[in-house]
């Protein structure tokens, strides 16, 4: 997103739209049984040389992509912890299936 030559304006509306494209997927979705941690856009602002005007736009796309980073990081937690408790759920039944002696009830 280039600040340049843009109003206060459209630069806050580029920064609402980058918020609305990020907020999307942070919603779970079930694909398989697993869930999909959308990994979080860097902001095109650090990359560009940017007027005082859009520091404070670039600011706040800054603040939102830190706050996606921990979210995103913490997505990865869950479903690691969850892709675990499958794994081992599965283990057991199939142990169980093998061998009677290991099933738990």
Known sequence: MRF???????????TAAAFLTSVQPL??????????????????????????LAMAACDEEMQLFTKMVFRYR????????????EANDAIEIWRCRLDETKCRN
């Not at 779970?28 to 602002?45: K, L, N």
């Not at 913490?74 to 408790?85: K, N």
Request: aromatic share 4%; hydrophobic share 40%.
């Open 74 to 85: 913490e997505c990865l937690e869950r479903e690691t912890e969850r892709a675990v408790r």
């Open 4 to 14: 340049s030559g843009m109003s206060m304006c459209s630069a806050a509306l580029a």
């Open 27 to 52: 919603a779970a979705q079930a694909i398989r049984g697993f869930t999909y941690c959308a990994p979080p856009a860097r902001p095109s602002c650090i990359e560009t040389s940017a007027a005082a």
